[in-house]
């Protein structure tokens, strides 16, 4: 199916790239959407392979929310951790060391959104909240020195704390164990790290939740209401 | 040595959720400047914070949430315009903070209790204005504590202050009551009280809330028993040492009507009814009108100024009267009659404790 867009849709995208075309291209503004599971929009309860389509999962919603003058870049994968190797899952799931071409490949990046820190509270970790918020410090400190935002100066950066996990995990119980308590910390100890290396900050958790089907993975009602939040909190940031 | 990027995080503020007003000390100068960006103005964004400020969109992202989840500012709808993304206004939250405000005149003492955006939620009117030391202190300090329990009990928490405005003191001398209130009123009350003259209280009052909230350079003048001014440079109340009043006030009138054998009550007691004066007062207008005129010419000679703000506590067909006879005589000046009610002073006395805890200098 090479097109999904109906003719309104063409008419509309037609129109809006002759509009940018008069005002100069670089007012289309880019974001990245850097995250786990729960970026990539992994069906609670399904298989490894279960994704919602793009316009279900929250950085099409977001997009959909912006409308033509944004890009909106997707780069969720599942079991992204913050800055950790995975033993188990190998360290593609390093979210550190994918970051730093990730940022190359589509820079200038105007605005990058960060919502990771689920999978490093993996027993496996061992790891408390607020060890997980200084992995998501880690990556803010790599933003900021690759500088990959326009003009190349740092681009604006948005910590979104996961919604909190259920305390029924299902088969992932032994996985996560302990992990439920601690998720419920992360959004104060990353509020606390974005207050201090002076970032955007948006909790999740204060308008989407996990469908307890699983326990930690966000349903497309979640999906929808997080896309729509952060395009709120996007505007809200007051662009030139 | 550990690399000190990554020393734990000591964020800006206070990362806690508790109800209630940070401590005067936490609240750090760009809290202020942007508290005192939004008292000068109805609504602002983000951006614009950013603009007027300097600080970076994330820093200004920071404080607003900080000032936010304190419950003193809060978000609007978001506005969408033609083209461009929309903005999103943040106001002052009226719940936000509350002030006490009391204004010792000649006849009588106004005691208010404002809102964070300079509405009055309870106004009460003393007679007997005397602070001789256990005079009729206890009344006073009920009459406070009525003010206060007007307030639900979660917002007690966040009266920022009590403020007093006082008129000039002829002698020069300290006043021995005044200082012994205030002991009582932070002794017994446990809140800070704030004392101003009450001419200058009432132009910050107008400032803050009124009329001149978005000017920033303009003549402010209080037409009580006598008729007051101040100029107002960029924001600032100029005091100056020698703060000239004169006679065209109300106690200029009362003695004209006095000759004339009429009831002098309606004068004082803020019934807002001068009918019984119909055809005498004119004249007496005019009289003020002058007095504007000569006080403007001598500022603009070496400033620019083309608005006057007129507060008063006289009806306001008589302040109209006033403002129109000042424009119709002088073209290109604008005159404004003050907003704050009920008692403009009262009001501007309320202001100071907001000024000093939320405010840049």
């Known amino acids: 199916m090479p097109f999904m867009s109906s003719d309104a849709d063409w008419v509309r995208q037609l129109t809006s790239c002759f509009y940018y075309g008069i005002t100069g291209w670089d007012m289309m503004r880019t974001i990245l959407c850097f995250g786990d599971s729960n970026t990539y929009g992994q069906i609670p309860g399904q298989g490894p392979l279960d994704r919602y389509q793009l316009c279900q999962r929250w950085p099409g919603v977001l997009a959909r929310e912006l409308g033509n003058a944004w890009h909106v870049i997707e780069e969720g994968l599942s079991g992204r951790t913050t800055v950790r190797d995975d033993p188990i899952e190998g360290t593609p799931k390093n979210g550190r060391s994918y970051l730093w071409p990730c940022l190359m490949s589509h820079a200038p990046i105007d605005l990058i959104i960060i919502m990771l820190g689920t999978n490093d509270l993996k027993i496996r970790f061992n790891q408390p909240a607020s060890e997980v918020a200084m992995g998501i410090g880690c990556l803010v400190h790599d933003i900021n020195d690759l500088a990959p935002g326009p003009n190349a100066a740092a681009p604006e950066i948005m910590v979104v704390s996961p919604p909190p996990m259920h305390d029924d995990l299902k088969e992932w119980e032994q996985i996560f164990r302990d992990a439920p308590r601690k998720s419920r910390e992360l959004a104060l100890q990353f509020e606390i790290l974005a207050d201090s290396l002076e970032v955007h900050f948006f909790d999740a958790g204060s308008v989407a939740s996990c469908d307890p089907i699983d326990g930690f993975h966000m349903n497309s009602e979640a999906h929808e209401a997080l896309g729509s939040a952060l395009a709120r909190e996007v505007e809200a940031i007051g662009w030139k | ?361």
């Open chain 2, 1 to 361: 040595m550990p690399d000190m990027r990554f020393a734990p995080p000591n964020p800006l503020r206070i990362a806690d959720r508790a109800a209630g007003l940070n401590a005067v000390s936490v609240r750090s100068y760009n809290e202020r400047l942007v508290l005192s960006l939004l008292l000068q103005k109805e609504a602002t964004t983000r951006l614009e914070i950013g603009e007027r400020t300097g600080l970076s969109a994330q820093t200004v992202s920071v404080l607003v949430r900080s000032l936010e989840q304190e419950g003193l500012v809060a978000k609007g709808p978001a506005q969408r315009g033609r083209i461009g993304p929309p903005t999103v206004p943040i106001v002052l939250n009226p719940e936000g903070a509350f002030s006490v405000g009391i204004s010792i005149g000649k006849r009588h003492i106004d005691l208010v209790l404002i809102d964070f955006v300079g509405e009055a939620r309870f106004h009460s009117r003393l007679p007997h204005p005397r602070t001789d030391p256990g005079n009729n202190h206890s009344r006073f300090l009920e009459t406070i504590r009525a003010a206060i329990t007007m307030l639900p009990e979660t917002a007690r928490t966040r009266l920022a202050g009590v403020g007093l405005a006082l008129p000039r003191n002829e002698t020069g001398e300290r006043d021995e009551g005044i200082h012994a209130l205030q002991e009582e009123i932070e002794a017994q009350l446990g809140i800070s009280l704030f004392i101003q003259n009450d001419i200058t209280a009432a132009a910050s009052g107008e400032s803050m809330f009124g009329a001149a909230k978005s000017l920033t350079d303009y003549m402010f003048f209080y037409l009580g028993a006598k008729l007051h001014g101040r100029l107002v440079l960029n924001h600032q109340i100029y005091n100056g040492n020698s703060a000239l009043s004169f006679d065209v006030g109300i106690d200029a009138l009362e003695a004209e009507l006095s000759e004339r054998e009429k009831p002098l009550e309606p004068l004082w007691d803020s019934s807002d009814d001068w009918s019984a004066y119909r055809g005498l007062i004119d004249g007496w207008e005019d009289g003020v009108v002058d007095q504007l005129k000569q006080s403007l010419a001598a500022v603009t000679q070496f400033v620019e100024c083309e608005t006057i703000i007129l507060s008063s506590c006289v009806p306001l067909g008589i302040r109209q009267d006033i403002c129109r006879k000042l424009q119709h005589s002088l073209p290109g000046v604008s005159a404004i009659i003050g907003k704050p009610t009920p008692s403009p002073k009262a009001v501007g006395a309320a202001s100071l404790p907001f000024s000093s805890r939320f405010t840049v200098e």
